[in-house]
Structure formats: structure tokens, C-alpha cells
């Protein structure tokens, strides 16, 4: 029987892959690099230093470590700027009735996210008093698709990842959660989530006592 739900952050209980989009897009354009919507899907779910890396690569630039330091927290600071002026509208349709539903099922709730900003966006935007547990790129040292940020909320959580379901919108997040013996909810368009067990548009109109039958099924 599933005991617990994990939730990545961006895409799929807000919409701040937007603002990464914005804040890496001007990053690139500093640097000289050609940046595309497309390239930042490939960025979803990876840690900064990591998703720099990968732009620089796509740019053929190289950057010595001190200079990409600072990017990265320039970077940031762009991406905070918005950040700071988010509030419980921008919140994802449905997010707030389905995890409403999931406290009163009395399932345990996670958050496994590779942002380092996670407990400031859950704050503004009202959604901190659903989660049991927040686990960010503040306590993890891999980046998905490693498993270890859901290892490690599903151990806080004390459940088995085969009784954990992640919800993820990345390739890269459904990849980590099934290396981890997670099922896996993939949240978006069918072609961004690889193999996972289940894939929805959004939230929104969905019941998790649904969902859990449909993967016990």
C-alpha cells in the first residue's frame, strides 16, 4: 500500500521553470551563448553548477572555476529578484486541493527538489504547512537522475520507496525516482517524462485516492 508522496518543486507544484528560463537565458546572452527554451527543458531538475556546466558546453565555452561562481550567483540573484514577488497565485491549478486531499487521506508528504531557494518559494506561495518533510539542494550532493534526494526524503519520511510515489516533470526526476524503486507520476507532456508509470497533464481535476489505485493496480 502507498504510505507517501514525494514532489519535485518547479513544474510541478509551481511555475518557476519560467523564471529559470529568464534568469539562464540572460545569463547566456551575457556570455555569448545562444540559450533555447528548448535547452532549458534539459536543465530541469539539475543542480546550477551543473546546468551552467551544460551551457557553457552548448556555448563551447570555458570558464575557470572562480568565474563561474560568480555566473552562478548572478544567476541566482536574477532568479530570486523574481522569486521574491511570487505569492499563493502561483500556485499550479490544482496543487492546493490535491495535497488538501492527500493530508486528509493522512499520507506522508515530501518535497524533493534540487532547488537551494525551495523553503523561501513554499513560503511565499503558502504551501509549506502541507510538507512533513523538505529535502533541497541544500542537503543533497548528487543531482538527478541519482535517486538520492527521493532516497533521502522517503528515509525522513521513514517509508520504503516502493510504497513512495514521486511526481516529477523531468526526464531526469522520473529517471531518478525509478533508479530509487520509487513509481513515478511524470506531470507535463508525455514526451518530457521518459517511462513513468503515470503520466498527467497537470493536478489539477485529479484525486490521489485515484492515482494510488491506478499504481496499485
Not at 189 to 208: P, V
Amino acid at each position: 500500500m502507498i504510505q507517501a508522496f514525494i514532489f519535485d518543486l518547479d513544474g510541478v507544484l509551481v511555475d518557476t521553470a519560467k523564471y529559470h528560463f529568464r534568469a539562464w537565458h540572460r545569463l547566456a546572452k551575457s556570455i555569448d551563448i545562444h540559450f533555447t527554451e528548448e535547452e532549458n527543458e534539459q536543465l530541469k531538475g539539475v543542480s546550477r553548477k551543473e546546468s551552467l556546466e551544460k551551457i557553457m558546453q552548448w556555448g563551447g565555452v570555458s570558464l575557470p572555476e572562480k568565474e563561474k561562481e560568480k555566473l552562478m550567483a548572478l544567476k541566482n540573484a536574477w532568479y530570486l529578484e523574481f522569486v521574491n514577488e511570487m505569492d499563493a497565485s502561483e500556485t499550479l491549478p490544482g496543487v492546493r486541493l490535491f495535497l488538501e486531499e492527500c493530508r486528509a487521506m493522512q499520507l506522508k508528504i515530501a518535497l524533493g527538489s534540487a532547488s537551494k531557494n525551495a523553503v523561501q518559494i513554499l513560503q511565499r506561495t503558502e504551501l509549506s504547512s502541507f510538507f512533513d518533510v523538505v529535502i533541497d539542494g541544500t542537503k543533497t550532493s548528487k543531482s538527478k537522475p541519482h535517486p538520492q534526494v527521493f532516497l533521502m526524503g522517503a528515509e525522513a519520511l521513514d517509508v520504503q520507496p516502493a510504497k513512495s510515489v514521486v511526481f516529477e516533470d523531468s526526464i531526469a526526476g522520473i529517471e531518478a525516482a525509478q533508479r530509487g524503486g520509487f513509481k513515478s507520476v511524470g506531470i507535463g507532456k508525455a514526451q518530457n517524462l521518459g517511462k513513468a508509470d503515470l503520466i498527467l497533464e497537470s493536478l489539477q481535476r485529479k484525486k490521489a485516492s485515484e492515482i494510488i489505485n491506478h499504481l496499485n493496480f
